[in-house]
């Protein structure tokens, strides 16, 4: 099994950076540099993603193996970052490594993305099981489509989707086992019965206007999460790291001085 590429830099508080589903590290370009001033970076491709293998072939896919596959790579006394499907990854880690994952900041995730029984703020699973198919057939057109997703509600959305098309086509074709195994982690994942295991402290940063994660289940989230605080951010959609910089940085600030 191969490990994930993790790149590092800067000295200070070791802070981990976990991207969301068809990204790469690369997406953090935006605010590396200034992060890098005050922390030891280290921006992790996930498993299947990046430069990162995807060695799902022995192995359930689950986010507890993507977990331990980036757990095998992280320094001890981690501040963990992580955005969407990264944010599942990272209360995943908090759950499994309460002594090395010391503080998070969980960025427009969510504990589930699909509906279920009980659970009514996420999407259908038959759209993200039609999304899947439509991914196989015509890959440049779908990622597209979820890229516009990803910035809508924002201000600035042609400026942000400009960012975004050029930092996800940077590295050029994504694996495509790579990207549907991710999307069955996201079709499979639910947390919910275990968030209040969770007693790291913990910054929720949302926007309130994410179409991917919604509002309402970063709410919850607060509410069950032992030691948490939440930050709605306004005219903001599902990717407040490019939209909102300044105040994504601020808070991760605040939680590495809590």
């Not at 992280?74 to 599942?88: D, K, T, V, Y």
């Not at 259908?124 to 999304?131: I, Q, V």
């Not at 195994?181 to 949302?206: A, F, S």
Request: glycine share 6%.
């Amino acid at each position: 099994m191969g490990k994930v590429h993790v790149e590092t830099l800067g000295e200070g508080p070791n802070l981990v950076l976990l991207h969301g589903w068809a990204m790469h590290s690369g997406i953090w370009s935006s605010v590396r540099n200034r992060l890098a001033q005050y922390f030891r970076l280290h921006l992790v491709d996930l498993p299947g993603h990046g430069l990162s293998p995807a060695p799902w072939i022995n192995m359930p896919v689950t986010l507890k193996n993507m977990s331990e596959m980036v757990r095998e790579s992280l320094p001890a006394n981690s501040i963990i970052c992580g955005w969407s499907l990264g944010g599942q990854v990272a209360m995943e880690l908090a759950l499994d490594e309460p002594e090395q994952i010391k503080k998070l900041v969980l960025v427009s995730t969510t504990p589930s993305f699909i509906q279920r029984e009980d659970w009514i703020w996420a999407m259908e699973a038959a759209t993200l099981k039609l999304f899947m198919r439509n991914l196989k057939r015509d890959y440049v057109s779908t990622l597209n489509r979820f890229l516009t997703l990803q910035v809508s509600g924002d201000i600035n959305t042609l400026v942000l989707l400009r960012q975004l098309r050029d930092n996800v086509f940077r590295e050029g074709k994504l694996d495509e086992v790579g990207l549907q195994t991710g999307m069955q982690i996201l079709l499979t994942t639910d947390i919910r019965e275990r968030i209040k295991r969770i007693n790291q402290p913990v910054i929720l940063l949302h926007g309130e206007n994410d179409v991917i994660a919604h509002p309402n289940a970063a709410r919850w989230l607060h509410e069950n999460l032992q030691n948490s605080e939440l930050v709605m951010l306004p005219h903001c959609g599902h990717t407040p790291f490019l939209s909102h910089a300044d105040q994504f940085i601020a808070n991760i600030f605040r939680v590495a001085h809590r």
